[in-house]
């Protein structure tokens, strides 16, 4: 609750839902962990060494991407969701979009100055 106002925003189950995958995301390595199972990577004892992670960092990161519903299990290997699909792919049109915010932030500061 913000002190001056007294005003405390109500989450829905989805907006929360939402912020915990905006959250999963905006880790790096799970968004290698992301990649790799999307380009046909086994998940195996000796991926986390593959990848330049901890054993630590690399289940807390698969944990997080599977209670965030980005990923799951089938068949003894993981794979992405439905929702872990549509994240990832406009997770990169997002990308694109905030570089070209920035981009054009950058053109129009430097010809105001």
Known sequence: MSEETGYKKEFSESERKLMEIFSVLSVPNALEIIDYIKKGGKIGTNTFTQLGLTRKQYYTRL?????????????????????????????????ELVDTFFDSNEILKSSIS
Do not use: P
């Open 63 to 95: 944990k997080q991407l599977r209670d965030a519903w980005l990923i799951e299990k089938e068949n003894g290997k993981y794979i992405l969701t439905v929702l872990g699909k549509l994240a990832t792919n406009h997770y990169g049109e997002l990308n």
